[in-house]
């Protein structure tokens, strides 16, 4: 059965010429057919440019010429632009906005041979946690508590991306990562993804929100579908100036390493005591799963951890004022009409910015405007440098950390949208990580007793990817995690 | 610090978007939620702590001072809402 491929069983199966790209692309474009309406986890799809880019996988495979991903179907998240196809970041502003170019990520993929389904929804800039800003309508998480049948968020702001994978309408999907926008819905949807460290992937061509903590990275089944997605995204770009110039690694492999002779921390101030029992539980079994293969567990301090939201509430909002500044209905997005040129500026920006991207701009223009700089955001780069020095000092005794990834599972759709700073939440145990820049997965570990997913978070050095994703691989196998959402593609 | 309805008005100029006397109240009680839970960075110690803006380790990447992409214009005013020849238009500015 199709739905039931991996991306590596699926890559394997092309190469043994078992199936064609194009009827791999054909099952993913009527499945989306069937199921998008119900989930709108896509806001653009491309079913002739997919259709083109298997046929001409199926005469590269024809030919032996097997790329890292050749004849692999993808979603693309509506962040990345690609060249020809409308780029939205699922904002009215950008709604018209067809990219001249394509994103580095993007191109990476393209260059080993990935197909492009279309366009994942996502929360508006990657704005959310629960993907109900996008301009294009929420997306609907595919699975739903046991015996209750209303519909709950995939989380976000990677919601299209998540919901697209778990549901089985893509074999991966690029996400990014801003506060734990790739992490906080994998969790929600039952499947992988990886933040990987701060210059891992290029940045260029992704629509910017908070250029110091965005990271691209992958959405994927299984850990091992994003080591070799990772693989392929990940690269020094010169157009990105904030790119590392360091070596790819073969990640798939890491995935084979092992954790025997590890060191895990477990960070006591990961613990609340309004955390639900469940995820406490399911936070130990993943420490003895870890423990039984052969790794050593020790307790440590990341005493800067309970600030690590209000200092993201001030540096992400300055960043994106200043980036978000560009959208001014001249050179390129929407326009409304003003009688001069400020009442232009200021029309295009009412009309095209949602609730929750004009709130984080104009909390952004506040804590950098003269008078409140120092107070508000030079304070906020302080508390960031003792965040980033928690983890150096806890990295030079352990190997890698696991945490839960978010407080809670997948809540319902319209629920916490009254207060933003109970959504802010949800990231309390993923925006750590951007802080540091340093690489954060999350793994499905088990169900809670609504039958919904959760996911443990693995933390881990700068450019140490490969030491997370053999812890991540050892949780995978010893959760053996088979449950699968309510709505996915069958056949 | 507690932000009223005129300084509300003041940061959406600055921010430059238009935003309505009724909504003025709403938005002020939101930014204000927002503000006075970030006030309990006040309590961390910062004594002697540098700044760090961006992800840590980084070093300038320098590039050779020439010109190294453009001379497509149909390419980059393919976007434009509005242009006239190879520009981009504006309301009159000066009169």
């Given at each position: 059965?199709?739905?039931?491929?991996?991306?590596?069983?699926?890559?394997?199966?092309?190469?043994?010429?078992?199936?064609?790209?194009?009827?791999?692309?054909?099952?993913?474009?009527?499945?989306?057919?069937?199921?998008?309406?119900?989930?709108?986890?896509?806001?653009?799809?491309t079913?002739?440019?997919?259709?083109?880019?298997?046929?001409?996988?199926?005469?590269?495979?024809?030919?032996?010429?097997?790329?890292?991903?050749?004849?692999?179907?993808?979603?693309?998240?509506?962040?990345?632009?690609?060249?020809?196809?409308?780029?939205?970041?699922?904002?009215?502003?950008?709604?018209?906005?067809?990219?001249?170019?394509?994103?580095?990520?993007?191109?990476?993929?393209?260059r080993?041979?990935?197909?492009?389904?279309?366009?994942?929804?996502?929360?508006?800039?990657?704005?959310?946690?629960?993907?109900?800003?996008?301009?294009?309508?929420p997306?609907?998480?595919?699975?739903?508590?046991?015996?209750?049948?209303?519909?709950?968020?995939?989380?976000?702001?990677?919601?299209?991306?998540?919901?697209?994978?778990?549901?089985?309408?893509?074999?991966?999907?690029?996400?990014?990562?801003?506060?734990?926008?790739?992490?906080?819905?994998?969790?929600?949807?039952?499947?992988?993804?990886?933040?990987?460290?701060?210059?891992?992937?290029?940045?260029?061509?992704?629509?910017?929100?908070?250029?110091?903590?965005?990271?691209?990275g992958?959405?994927?089944?299984?850990?091992?579908?994003?080591?070799?997605?990772?693989?392929?995204?990940?690269?020094?770009?010169?157009?990105?100036?904030?790119?590392?110039?360091i070596?790819?690694?073969?990640?798939?492999?890491?995935?084979?390493?092992?954790?025997?002779?590890?060191?895990?921390?477990?960070?006591?101030?990961?613990?609340?005591?309004?955390?639900?029992?469940?995820?406490?539980?399911?936070?130990?079994?993943g420490?003895?799963?870890?423990?039984?293969?052969?790794?050593?567990?020790?307790?440590?301090?990341?005493?800067?951890?309970?600030?690590?939201?209000?200092?993201?509430?001030?540096?992400?909002?300055?960043?994106?004022?200043?980036n978000?500044?560009?959208?001014?209905?001249?050179?390129?997005?929407?326009?409304?009409?003003?009688?001069?040129?400020?009442?232009?500026?200021?029309?295009?920006?009412?009309?095209?910015?949602?609730?929750?991207?004009?709130?984080?701009?104009?909390?952004?223009?506040?804590?950098?405007?003269?008078?409140?700089?120092?107070?508000?955001?030079?304070r906020?780069?302080?508390?960031?440098?003792?965040?980033?020095?928690?983890?150096?000092?806890?990295?030079?005794?352990?190997?890698?950390?696991?945490?839960?990834?978010?407080?809670?599972?997948?809540?319902?759709?319209?629920?916490?949208?009254?207060?933003?700073?109970?959504?802010?939440?949800?990231?309390?145990?993923?925006?750590p990580?951007?802080?540091?820049?340093?690489?954060?997965?999350?793994?499905?570990?088990?169900?809670?007793?609504?039958?919904?997913?959760?996911?443990?978070?693995?933390?881990?050095?700068?450019?140490?990817?490969?030491?997370?994703?053999?812890?991540?691989?050892?949780?995978?196998?010893?959760?053996?995690?088979?449950?699968?959402?309510?709505?996915?593609?069958?056949? | 610090?507690?932000?009223?309805?005129?300084?509300?008005r003041?940061?959406?100029?600055?921010?430059?978007?238009?935003?309505?006397?009724?909504?003025?109240?709403?938005?002020?009680?939101?930014?204000?939620?927002?503000?006075?839970?970030?006030?309990?960075?006040?309590?961390?110690?910062?004594?002697?702590?540098?700044?760090?803006?961006?992800?840590?380790?980084?070093?300038?990447?320098?590039?050779?001072?020439?010109?190294?992409?453009?001379?497509?214009?149909?390419?980059?005013?393919?976007?434009?809402?509005?242009?006239?020849g190879?520009?981009?238009?504006?309301?009159?500015?000066?009169?």
């Amino acid at each position: 059965m199709i739905s039931d491929f991996t991306l590596a069983s699926a890559r394997a199966a092309l190469r043994q010429r078992d199936i064609s790209a194009l009827e791999l692309t054909n099952h993913f474009l009527t499945a989306i057919d069937t199921l998008n309406p119900v989930l709108n986890a896509f806001i653009t799809v491309t079913p002739d440019l997919a259709r083109a880019q298997a046929t001409a996988a199926d005469a590269a495979l024809a030919r032996g010429e097997h790329g890292p991903l050749t004849g692999i179907p993808l979603a693309i998240k509506d962040l990345f632009c690609t060249a020809g196809v409308r780029t939205t970041a699922a904002s009215r502003i950008l709604e018209p906005f067809v990219p001249p170019y394509e994103s580095t990520v993007s191109a990476n993929l393209l260059r080993d041979g990935a197909i492009f389904l279309g366009k994942a929804n996502l929360d508006e800039f990657a704005m959310g946690s629960s993907n109900a800003t996008s301009a294009f309508g929420p997306v609907i998480n595919p699975w739903t508590r046991a015996g209750d049948n209303r519909q709950l968020v995939p989380g976000g702001s990677s919601g299209g991306s998540a919901a697209a994978v778990a549901a089985r309408l893509a074999l991966g999907a690029t996400a990014t990562d801003t506060g734990g926008s790739i992490r906080q819905p994998a969790s929600f949807c039952g499947i992988a993804g990886i933040k990987p460290t701060y210059g891992r992937c290029s940045r260029w061509g992704v629509v910017a929100f908070a250029s110091s903590l965005d990271q691209a990275g992958p959405i994927a089944r299984t850990v091992e579908d994003c080591a070799i997605l990772l693989g392929s995204m990940a690269g020094h770009d010169p157009k990105d100036s904030t790119s590392a110039n360091i070596a790819v690694p073969d990640f798939a492999a890491a995935c084979r390493r092992g954790v025997k002779g590890l060191r895990i921390g477990v960070p006591r101030e990961y613990r609340s005591d309004d955390m639900p029992a469940e995820i406490e539980t399911m936070w130990q079994q993943g420490l003895s799963w870890l423990r039984d293969a052969g790794a050593e567990i020790v307790d440590v301090s990341l005493p800067h951890t309970k600030y690590g939201l209000a200092t993201y509430y001030i540096v992400a909002p300055a960043e994106a004022s200043s980036n978000l500044a560009r959208y001014d209905g001249v050179r390129y997005g929407a326009r409304t009409d003003g009688a001069d040129l400020i009442e232009l500026y200021e029309n295009t920006r009412a009309d095209g910015f949602g609730a929750e991207v004009k709130r984080r701009i104009m909390i952004g223009t506040y804590v950098l405007s003269a008078g409140y700089y120092d107070a508000y955001y030079i304070r906020a780069q302080k508390v960031r440098s003792l965040i980033l020095k928690d983890f150096t000092d806890v990295f030079a005794k352990v190997d890698a950390l696991l945490t839960p990834t978010a407080p809670s599972a997948a809540f319902g759709l319209g629920e916490r949208m009254e207060d933003p700073l109970k959504m802010y939440f949800n990231d309390v145990f993923t925006v750590p990580a951007n802080m540091a820049g340093i690489p954060g997965m999350s793994v499905p570990a088990g169900l809670d007793a609504n039958g919904l997913p959760l996911g443990l978070q693995v933390l881990g050095k700068p450019f140490d990817e490969e030491t997370v994703f053999a812890v991540a691989q050892a949780i995978e196998t010893a959760a053996q995690f088979t449950t699968q959402p309510s709505i996915r593609a069958k056949g | 610090m507690s932000l009223d309805p005129a300084a509300v008005r003041r940061i959406a100029k600055l921010a430059r978007i238009r935003v309505d006397d009724a909504e003025l109240p709403v938005l002020a009680g939101e930014l204000n939620s927002i503000l006075g839970w970030i006030e309990q960075l006040n309590e961390v110690n910062i004594d002697g702590v540098a700044p760090l803006a961006g992800a840590p380790g980084m070093t300038q990447a320098l590039r050779a001072d020439v010109v190294n992409d453009g001379g497509y214009p149909e390419r980059v005013l393919a976007n434009a809402p509005d242009r006239e020849g190879d520009f981009f238009t504006v309301p009159k500015v000066v009169e």
